[in-house]
């Protein structure tokens, strides 16, 4: 499924100041069993957003109106466990579009960048800073630029680079995904499969 | 010039190497769950694609499977539809599936080996983080999202950049009561749950070249749990005995030609390694988690931590202790536990039903403890039978259940209750992953078991 292109992003955040955030947190298991890529986004963060009785827990930062955006800036850690797609598909379901943090588990930044949501990895100090101007200023708006590969606190005009490989980079901005790729390359790898041993 | 094992494997699969990109990385075996597929052939079908090699993927039904009576429709509407999409999308493209109820069904994980799916230098991938597990046989095996399992069923390959490379030894003798889930908790404890982030993992030195296949296994599949791609241990003498003679293995000439190919599969002497950590095996002792990653893990004697003293934030800490119930400067052993898991893709093989087995027999359950005892497959299940396990569980007040994840993820029924406690001798401890609310200490076989009979955590060393 190739996705939506990304360019610049410029939008408020949601902060999620929690380390390891796992992807059982952001889509716990009961909720994967849908065979089609529907509605996820209503069960990001199922446990930590609802009660048991399906009541919102207000403490929860999703459940804080004055919190909102279409980036969502998590802790050291972000989507270790799992390597369920589901919980991308929940991230971006719910409407965000990129995601920061200072470290990100290896299998969830792979599979962001594979549906077209940006994963931008900052210092542990620009993590900080982020969060410190967010909870002064909840409307503070961030600056994804993907072409420039910058992120940029707009209200301080504070910003940092980020890496991103020059081919996932053209795929985001084209909107292209590696099975585009893959499709061409049909003849070359039936060659390569006839000469494996096994 | 000088390579590691990982570099033989992944180098020799690679058809195209993007500059400034990816890898494209061919992949001989492709395992397939009915929980992260479904989405992929439906990808496959949108884009009018069809599966290239079939041959090359393998089907099993595992993750939201019931763990009694198999034998009836299951009763959950979503997991029923699942089970169906896969057997659908098997019988469609000419895969082989073991589906609920098949003499070969069990978890993935289990069943990849048990039936010489897996083997020394393959490039193996499932739609499952703890894939890690099959790098026991000197394979590079890995969990992948549902966009790269469509990539995989569509063109035979993935996209992936390189990892880099580390090796951990360890080196001397385990001591009494010491498993090889043992070793991986401690290693996980020392590296924190993101210390491999980025890195394939090459387990070496005496303890790993000691330990059988089953316990190489548990450690491959907990690299994940350090945050590592893989782990990959080099093939030996060991390796190829348990991988001669299955279904899927190499025959006559094909095992010929494997065997020489196999036997160049070890890290050169002088290959170097982006990063090198030794251990000595006596520093590790039986271990128990008390949090809510599985990197927040001690040895069970000793106690929780104080905040200051672990790397990495307070509060997240905190928050964490908080959810177990648990304080820092707490004792583990004698804390009061309610349930026992044996099982999953981490410790439900033969070996594992044996060391429960082990502190059992001749012992009763604990009257507060909910056991479920739930075996990898239909093969190990046969055996425990076979090899009259099935009869000191039973005469210990122990059931025996069917093969499936269960209770590591608690997609069925097997969910432990918010706020019990349970001693699981699974992968992860995570917030909810037994169930909403419960509260999970991951440990080895030889601890649920002293657990279970006893009703708290419980040293094993002490009943063994």
Redesign the interface.
């Known amino acids: 499924?190739a996705y939506d292109k990304f360019e610049i992003l410029k939008s408020t955040a949601v902060p999620l100041?929690?380390?390891?955030v796992?992807t059982?947190?952001i889509i716990?298991?009961?909720f994967?069993?849908?065979?089609?890529?529907i509605g996820f986004g209503d069960n990001l963060f199922r446990?930590w957003r609802y009660n048991?009785d399906n009541s919102p827990k207000t403490d929860f930062v999703l459940n804080n109106p004055i919190y909102k955006g279409k980036i969502l800036v998590g802790?050291?850690?972000f989507g270790?466990?799992?390597?369920?797609?589901?919980a991308?598909w929940a991230v971006y379901d719910y409407g965000f579009r990129c995601v920061v943090s200072s470290?990100?588990?290896?299998?969830f930044r792979?599979?962001c960048l594979?549906?077209g949501v940006l994963a931008v990895q900052v210092s542990a100090e620009f993590l900080d800073k982020i969060f410190t101007a967010i909870k002064s200023n909840p409307d503070a708006e961030l600056e994804i630029n993907l072409p420039n590969q910058t992120i940029t606190l707009l209200e301080s005009g504070e910003k940092e680079s980020f890496d991103i490989?020059?081919?996932?980079k053209e795929n985001m901005l084209n909107g292209y995904?590696?099975?585009d790729?893959?499709?061409k390359?049909?003849a070359?790898?039936?060659d390569?499969?006839e000469a494996?041993?096994? | 010039m000088s390579t590691t094992l990982f570099d033989k494997v992944w180098d020799s699969h690679v058809i195209r190497k993007i500059n400034d990109g990816p890898d494209v990385l061919f992949i001989d075996r492709h395992l397939i769950h009915e929980v992260t597929s479904p989405v992929a052939f439906l990808g496959l079908k949108s884009r009018h694609n069809t599966v290239l090699y079939p041959n090359r993927t393998f089907a099993t039904a595992d993750h939201n499977t019931p763990t009694i009576n198999q034998h009836l429709p299951v009763e959950d509407p979503l997991s029923a539809n699942q089970l169906k999409a896969l057997e659908q999308n098997a019988a469609e493209y000419g895969i082989t599936h073991w589906g609920l109820g098949h003499q070969k069904n069990g978890i993935v994980h289990v069943v990849g080996p048990e039936n010489g799916i897996t083997l020394p230098g393959a490039t193996i991938v499932c739609g499952d983080s703890h894939t890690s597990t099959h790098g026991a046989f000197g394979a590079v095996a890995f969990g992948i999202g549902t966009s790269e399992v469509e990539m995989v069923l569509s063109s035979q390959c993935i996209m992936q950049p390189k990892p880099k490379k580390m090796r951990i030894n360890v080196n001397g003798k385990l001591g009494f009561g010491v498993t090889p889930k043992d070793v991986a908790l401690f290693l996980i404890s020392k590296l924190s749950a993101s210390g491999a982030t980025g890195y394939f993992v090459e387990y070496a030195g005496d303890v790993f070249k000691n330990m059988s296949m089953e316990g190489r296994m548990t450690v491959c599949n907990l690299s994940i749990e350090m945050g590592a791609r893989g782990g990959i241990i080099a093939p030996d003498e060991k390796t190829f005995n348990y991988v001669e003679g299955r279904l899927f293995t190499p025959k006559g000439a094909a095992w010929d030609k494997a065997m020489v190919y196999w036997k160049t599969l070890k890290t050169d002497a002088d290959a170097v390694f982006d990063k090198e950590i030794t251990f000595d095996a006596n520093e590790i002792e039986p271990m128990i988690t008390y949090g809510t990653n599985p990197g927040m893990g001690t040895s069970i004697s000793s106690y929780i931590p104080k905040a200051e003293s672990v790397e990495g934030g307070v509060a997240s800490y905190r928050k964490s202790l908080e959810y177990m119930g648990f304080h820092e400067g707490d004792k583990m052993i004698g804390k009061k536990v309610d349930f026992v898991f044996l099982g999953s893709c981490t410790n439900g093989r033969i070996e594992d039903f044996r060391a429960f087995a082990s502190i059992v027999k001749g012992r009763k359950k604990a009257d507060n403890i909910t056991a479920w005892l739930v075996p990898g497959s239909h093969d190990v299940e046969a055996k425990i039978k076979e090899e009259g396990l099935l009869d000191i569980f039973t005469a210990a007040g122990f059931e025996l259940r069917e093969p499936g994840c269960s209770a590591c993820l608690a997609m069925n029924d097997d969910k432990v209750p918010p706020g019990k406690v349970a001693v699981s001798t699974s992968n992860r401890n995570f917030e909810g992953r037994q169930g909403p609310g419960s509260r999970t200490l991951l440990a080895s076989p030889l601890v649920a078991a002293a657990t279970a009979v006893t009703g708290v955590l419980t040293d094993p060393r002490t009943l063994l």
């Open positions: 499924m100041p929690v380390e390891n796992d059982d947190q716990p298991a009961r994967l069993k849908a065979t089609e890529r446990d048991a802790g050291k850690n270790s466990g799992s390597s369920r797609e589901h991308v470290f990100f588990a290896d299998i792979g599979n594979n549906i490989n020059s081919y996932k995904d590696d099975i790729y893959l499709t390359m049909k070359e790898i039936q390569f499969a494996r041993p096994f």
